[in-house]
């Protein structure tokens, strides 16, 4: 079957002075990983491909409904949203603007471009703010939960992700799932790191 595709070659990645050259790729991955294990398909289909500029992350196409007006989307309290924002504190993602919000014609809101996530130090920066602090849902929390089973050494999701990040990022990625079950709410925006992407959308 032929799929239209997003490519982002490894060679092709700008160097950033917080994440390790030639990483972003694999973080991308290992986001998908960790959408999947959650069951919200909120990242799309995300694999390590070779290409013509050698091996990238290779994401399937998403149709986005273009009527859809971003900003009030990332305002709302889209459920597809709730459940982002949580992914987003367990992989700690440094960039959810609003151009990485892709809704669907069908509702469906998915989240691309993952490739500044699963830094060791607390980097959460996101638009969706609206629920800080605000108790998990039962959903949220039985969905941590499996996921903290998951990330549990042996576990084949513990094996994807340690092929994929370093050990030090693996071992921080349980702890932010524990400390979010230990907490149950929302994480709060960090007064030590800019919380607001900039630009925001
Ligand atoms: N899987 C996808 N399906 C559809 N559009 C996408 C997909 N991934 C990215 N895009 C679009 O391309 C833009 C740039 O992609 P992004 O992943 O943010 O790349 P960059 O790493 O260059 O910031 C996104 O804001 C989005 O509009
Ligand atoms: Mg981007």
Redesign the pocket.
Known sequence: MDATCVYKPIAGERPLWDFPDGTLAFREVAAFAVSEACGWDLVPPTVLRDGPFGLGMVQLWIDVDESVDIVALSRSDHPDLRRMAVFDAVVNNA?R?G??LLPREDGHVHG??HGVCFSVEDKLRTLLWQWRGRRLSDDAVATLTELAADLAKGRPLHRELAGLLARSEVNATVRRVSRLLATGRYPEPSEDWPAIPWPPY
Do not use: F, L, N, R
């Open positions: 960039d603007k151009g990485h691309v471009d």
